[in-house]
T-cell receptor
């Protein structure tokens, strides 16, 4: 079945620096790759997603890149702020219906 | 603007007890899900319902049952709770196109 690996598990950056989180997936039929942010005590919230027909997508300080050949995708956060501190999850569609397989999460800490 | 609502928020059960987690969505979505979240394990799919009247097993279905009562509601039942089922449970819903919206979570402890 589909497997999604996510690295690193923890990431600490100084405010204003960039943060990069990487994920790899195994199912070549996967065609949808969302990223979720989870704050303490809350449910995950979608922050950006990308479909297999594009290689990059940006939304203000957040960008996602996709390399289908290598089966990996990355989340880039520029000019980090303390409010970016949270757990981030990547996910990949299983290639069937609407199911997603999630990575194990990255705890991002942004220090002022 | 409720989105996905799940109850209860917190629950403590004794081993062997049963309980049902309730979930409702007001976005008219066809698909609904139950995930569990454990430290270092990410979110793992327990059960999935593509539409009213249909359910499918996910990655970790053992020990759970589900009911898709109608388009809005999708419940998760633990018939005989075990300590290994201590976790945070998330209900979610989506329309075709894969954007999944999550509820706020239910913290379950089995002692």
């Amino acid at each position: 079945g589909e497997n999604v690996e996510q690295h690193p598990s923890t990431l600490s950056v100084q405010e204003g620096d960039s943060a990069v989180i990487k994920c790899t997936y195994s199912d070549s039929a996967s065609n949808y790759f969302p990223w979720y942010k989870q704050e303490l005590g809350k449910g995950p919230q979608l922050i950006i997603d990308i479909r297999s027909n594009v290689g990059e997508k940006k939304d203000q300080r957040i960008a996602v890149t996709l390399n289908k050949t290598a089966k990996h995708f990355s989340l880039h956060i520029t000019e980090t702020q303390p409010e970016d501190s949270a757990v981030y999850f990547c996910a990949a569609s299983t290639g069937e219906t609407d199911k997603l397989i999630f990575g194990t999460g990255t705890r991002l800490q942004v220090f002022p | 603007n409720a989105g996905v609502t799940q109850t209860p928020k917190f629950q403590v059960l004794k081993t062997g007890q049963s309980m049902t987690l309730q979930c409702a969505q007001d976005m008219n979505h066809n698909s609904m899900y139950w995930y569990r979240q454990d430290p270092g394990m990410g979110l793992r799919l327990i059960y999935y319902s593509a539409s009213e009247g249909t359910t499918d097993k996910g990655e970790v279905p053992n020990g759970y049952n589900v009911s898709r009562l109608n388009k809005r509601e999708f419940s998760l039942r633990l018939e005989s709770a075990a300590p290994s089922q201590t976790s945070v449970y998330f209900c979610a819903s989506s329309e075709q196109g894969y954007t999944i919206y999550f509820g706020e979570g239910s913290w379950l402890t089995v002692v």
